[in-house]
């Protein structure tokens, strides 16, 4: 009887021993996590596993929260901005802690909603945030125009100071308003098109990435295009088309004559002559104001056995004694007519009816 006694104690001891040990297994995690491998983790344990972190909670994982990229710890519930977008922890509908996208960030730290727009730091575009399934996503959705108030989506034009842009985005990512044609008078010019404005052609160019308004040609009397160096005629003048930085003009270079039924163009300061076997008529273009010609006549001149002889301006007669001819004189006057002169050969007996309103000169010949 003296040993039963004694032995009941020491079983009762060893089976509280026992079931002690099996509930502080029970309570423990068995799981790798904070870098190790797998082992035993205690009640209470807060462990690190990828991008989540957990508490041992009775031998099971309770998820807590997330680790941004910084390793910041957000419980589940709280948001956290990474990347660009403002993330939220939480539990997923099949009990997993996940991360779920709630905004889009700016870069001044600002969230915005779905749906919702801004600009960028120099207001030169904007974005929006867009829902895109389970996650949201920034976009740009265009430009801003020069005015600085407008938005003019992407692909979309806009006018501005006499020229179109285009929002477009290049191979490099950038978004910007290029420079895609110019307007004249309310109409609009793509690159590489001409126009007219007056009395000269244009041409909308793309020069160093930005279009202007390149002046490279002329209109002349009948409305047609011209270029540099070419030449037309207006009211007998000659005219030529003459282009160059900062500066362009018709400028009069010559005269417009018919000759042999041709038009013929006689340069400013060129002479020529009209004649028949007897005399010819000396003629020249000289400028005539400030952008105009006309022909002038220099003077009649008398020939006498196939040689020049004898000068007269128009307007003037002189009496000439023929060379080896005793008393032998011709007269002569040049007269002006509606082209020009005609050369005059009279009888000294008729001068006074044949040099009325004409003054006389000294013979002499061409110098």
């Known amino acids: 009887m003296t040993q039963n006694v004694l032995i009941l104690p020491i079983i009762a001891i060893l089976s509280l021993t026992v079931n002690a040990d099996s509930g502080a297994a029970r309570s423990r995690c068995w799981t790798s996590g904070n870098g190790r491998p797998a082992q035993w983790w205690s009640e209470g344990a807060e462990i690190t596993r990828g991008k989540f972190f957990y508490e041992c909670r009775r031998g099971q994982l309770e998820p807590l929260g997330c680790l941004s990229n910084v390793e910041q710890k957000v419980r589940i519930g709280s948001t956290f ?49 867009r829902d895109d ?58 690159i590489g098109q001409q126009y007219k404005d007056g009395d000269y052609v244009f041409y909308c160019k793309l020069q160093g990435g930005k279009c202007t308004k390149q002046c490279i040609g002329c209109v002349d009397a009948n409305g047609q295009n011209i270029y540099d160096g070419q030449r037309y005629k207006r009211d007998e003048t000659t005219y030529q088309c ?44 000289e400028t005539d104001g400030p952008n105009k010609t006309k022909v002038t006549t ?26 080896k001819q005793k008393d032998a004189s011709v007269g002569l006057a040049c007269r002006k007519t509606s082209d020009g002169a005609e050369l005059l050969i009279f009888d000294v007996a008729q001068l006074e009816r044949s040099t009325a309103g004409l003054s006389y000169d000294l013979p002499r010949g061409k110098k």
Request: aromatic share 12%; hydrophobic share 25%; net charge positive.
């Open 242 to 285: 003459e282009i160059r930085p900062g500066k362009r003009s018709h400028r009069a270079v010559g005269c417009n004559i018919v000759e042999n039924g041709r038009d013929i163009n006689k340069v400013i300061g060129c002479r020529w002559y009209e004649q028949n076997p007897d005399w010819k008529i000396e003629k020249t273009c």
């Open 133 to 190: 399934g389970r996650v949201v996503k920034t976009t740009i959705e265009g430009c801003i125009a020069h005015d600085k108030q407008r938005r003019v989506p992407l692909g979309e034009t806009d006018d501005f100071n006499g020229y179109t842009y285009k929002c477009q985005q290049k191979t490099s990512g950038v978004v910007q308003m290029c420079s895609v044609g110019c307007i004249h008078n309310g109409q609009k010019y793509t």
């Open 298 to 323: 220099v003077g009649c001149i008398y020939k006498y056995k196939g040689f020049d002889r004898i000068f007269l301006e128009p307007g003037k007669y002189t009496i000439w004694n023929l060379p």
């Open 81 to 129: 901005q990474q990347d660009g977008y403002e993330f939220t922890c939480q539990l997923g509908s099949d009990g997993y802690i996940e991360f779920g996208y709630s905004a889009c960030v700016g870069q001044d730290g600002r969230t915005y909603q779905k749906g919702e727009t801004w600009t960028d730091a120099k207001n030169t575009y904007y974005y929006r945030c």
